[in-house]
Structure formats: structure tokens, C-alpha cells
């Protein structure tokens, strides 16, 4: 009598021959592969959006960032992954993140430095002041972005431990418009302060409307928040992460 077939764990395991003839790997699992795709979404649209940021627009409030058309899917996402995969794969994300900002940084500064040829598309001007940027404004975005993503993240697991993992749009919409008032400070007071053409209520009202915006971002997207957490747990048979249970230090 054959051995019975081994019992199905969580992580299928692949056992096709490599070409290296190494050790066959494992099939990432559903949630693993969620985490994959999420996390992308999140790091290109931080990436874009401080590549394009210079760009602004109008609005009936005045001049804003194009960057903020790309920059509120982090938002939704942070909470996303908040949600299932609990304090520590937020942070996870929001340091692959600005690590990856910093290499994407990094590189714009060094190929705008190379010589340009006759034949490029773009001048040697051109392209230093669309992709070279500047030191001041990638430190203040990435130290704004930290920042905000933090709190974020605190406020979130804050608002999920109290409410028992209950009312989604609390803490989703709660974090986001308490840690987006610290981002939107923290980049604007760092790149503008000290600009000399720039007076400090210019700077105030460009932190207001540019906060106002974010703050309806917020309460609009919280539908979407709803449907993307229905998506995964109806799709992909996912549940949200259970809620942080608080801890009493006895001191004695």
C-alpha cells in the first residue's frame, strides 16, 4: 500500500525542477501575492507622484500639485494594507517606499548629470529641470511622507483597537486627515520656509488649500475603502488582521 499523499499546508510547494538544478522554491500564497500587488500600487505612486509633482494646476481654490491626483491612492492603500496586514507590514511598505523614492531620487540626479547629445530628445536644461530636481524638495517630501505615515499608521491601529476592528470609515478617514495636516505642514514649512520671494501667510494658504483638497480626497475615497476591503474578502476569501489588543505593564 502507497504512503498517503501529504496533508495541504498554506504554501503550495513548487516541485518543478529549476533550471540551475537547485532546490524548487515555494508558489506564493493568496494573501503573499495581495501584498506583492498592493505594495506596487502604493511604491509607483509615491515614485510618480514626486517625479511629477512640479507640475500644478487650477482649481477654484487656487494652484495645486498634480501629484496630489496620484499621491491620495497611497492614502487608500496605507489603510488597505493596514488593515490586513496589521502595523508592521504598513511600516514595511512605507520604508520599501521611501527607499525606493530616494533610488528613483538618486537616479534622476545622476543621469541629468551625464552630457547630452545633439540627438536627444531633451535638451540638457530641459531635462535637469523636469527629472533633476532638487535636494531640499526630495528631503522634505520623504521626511514629510515618513512622518505622515507613521501617524497614519499609529491613528489607524488606534481608532481599530478601540472600536474593536467596528467602524471602517473612523479609522480609515481619521488617520488620513490627521496625518495628511502633518505631511502637508512638514513639506510645505521645509521647502518654502526661508524662500525669500515667499511671505509666511503665502506659505499658510498654500498648506490650507492644499489641505482642504486632501481632506475631501479623504471622505470621498472612503466608499472605495468599503468596496476594496468587500473585493478582497468576497474575491480573494481574505479577512482583515484582527485588532491590536492593548497590554498592561504591572509595575511592582
Request: aromatic share 10%; with cysteine; glycine share 8%.
Amino acid at each position: 500500500m502507497s504512503d498517503p499523499s501529504p496533508a495541504p499546508t498554506e504554501m503550495a510547494t513548487d516541485t518543478s525542477v529549476t533550471p540551475g538544478g537547485g532546490r524548487p522554491g515555494h508558489v506564493l500564497d493568496v494573501k503573499s501575492k495581495l501584498f506583492v500587488v498592493l505594495s506596487c500600487v502604493f511604491v509607483t505612486c509615491l515614485v510618480l507622484g514626486d517625479v511629477i509633482g512640479g507640475k500644478a494646476f487650477a482649481t477654484a481654490v487656487g494652484p495645486v500639485s498634480v501629484g496630489l491626483i496620484l499621491f491620495p491612492v497611497t492614502f487608500l492603500l496605507t489603510d488597505v494594507i493596514n488593515d490586513y496586514y496589521g502595523r508592521a507590514g504598513a511600516r514595511f511598505v512605507t520604508l520599501v517606499a521611501a527607499g525606493m523614492a530616494a533610488l528613483a531620487y538618486f537616479a534622476l540626479v545622476a543621469t541629468a548629470a551625464l552630457p547630452t547629445d545633439e540627438s536627444s530628445y531633451f535638451t540638457g536644461p530641459e531635462f535637469t529641470k523636469i527629472f533633476g530636481g532638487s535636494s531640499k524638495l526630495f528631503i522634505a517630501s520623504i521626511l514629510a511622507f515618513l512622518f505622515g505615515q507613521f501617524l497614519d499608521i499609529s491613528v489607524f491601529q488606534f481608532w481599530k483597537r478601540l472600536t474593536q476592528s467596528r467602524h471602517l470609515w473612523l479609522r480609515a478617514t481619521g488617520s488620513t486627515i490627521l496625518s495628511q495636516l502633518v505631511d502637508t505642514v512638514t513639506i510645505n514649512a521645509i521647502f518654502w520656509g526661508g524662500v525669500a520671494d515667499k511671505t509666511p501667510r503665502w506659505v499658510a494658504e498654500k498648506i490650507g488649500r492644499e489641505y482642504v483638497i486632501k481632506v475631501i480626497i479623504a471622505l470621498a475615497l472612503t466608499p472605495l475603502v468599503y468596496a476594496l476591503h468587500s473585493l478582497i474578502e468576497r474575491t480573494l476569501g481574505l479577512t482583515p488582521a484582527k485588532h491590536e489588543v492593548a497590554t498592561v505593564r504591572v509595575v511592582g
